[in-house]
């Protein structure tokens, strides 16, 4: 007997209808929790975990080791751990340290759980500061636990906020704790999907705090673009050390060039560290780019 496929006759596939149902029925925060249920179940235990008190160690190099809430360690900070962590994110924590120096300030863009900030401030001495810059409720919520756990309230800035190329508001997705509670761009969803967040520029906003970077880190999920673009006066006048998480597969995916980001950083003076061209061919690359002297 001939099988007849739904999709042939104009019907919606069951799988399609139940999402198409579940869409308009439940709000995104509820279906972001059961889209994963076993991740849904780990973000619970951690939470219950942490509760109890079982806060965790983590050591990222020799000598600079960390408080880690359950929830953090989990969902962001184990893959750093030099015993047994992911060798690529490792090699990518050596780089940032090696660049560290005592007294410095760290512009965070994109912090999450804050690792970055946390080491630079643990590794860079009592006079260094960072400024950590996350849109997410959900991360920040655990970011705070972090600045709290390892008591450097008064080290660290943390800033409820998306960087953009203009101030104001932006709209974004909220992914849930599938994706550790990142946010990303809404292109293709429709606004009752999207949140609205606070947009500052990254220019704007040490005018406003009054700080200086030595030191900038952007991991901003696909959004490099306009998020140097709003920083290029601190590339040009400031000249602090540049960390750039590049999401090739995301760019190229919506139609940018990643080729353009890095031109835009050459025509300001900034070099790659990383001379060859693999970072191209990696869905994500971690790049480090240092100003040319004397420009």
Known sequence: MERIDACSEGKEPRGALFQSVCRRLLPRRVRNWLRSPSLAWSWLASECEGMLGRIRQREFLPGCRLAVHPVADRFGYAVYDKNGGDPEF???????????????????????????????????????????????????????????????????????????????????????????????????RPSSETVTVRAVTIDGLIRELKVEPTHLKIDVEGQEAAVLRGAETCLRELRPTLFLELHNDILRARGDDPENLVRFLKRLSYRPVEPADSWRVRPVARLLFEPEEGR
């Open 90 to 188: 490792i090699a990518e924590m050596r780089t940032f340290v090696s660049r560290c120096r005592p007294g410095m300030t760290l512009l965070d863009v994109g912090a999450h759980f804050g690792v970055f900030s946390l080491v630079a401030l643990r590794v860079a001495g009592p006079d260094a500061s960072a400024v950590a810059v996350e849109p997410s409720r959900g991360a920040l919520r655990i970011l705070r636990r972090q600045r709290r756990l390892n008591r450097v309230e008064n080290g660290l800035t943390i800033v409820e906020a998306a960087a953009s190329d203009r101030a104001g508001s932006i709209s974004l997705v909220s992914e849930g704790v599938a994706s550790s509670s990142f946010l990303t761009d809404p292109r293709g």
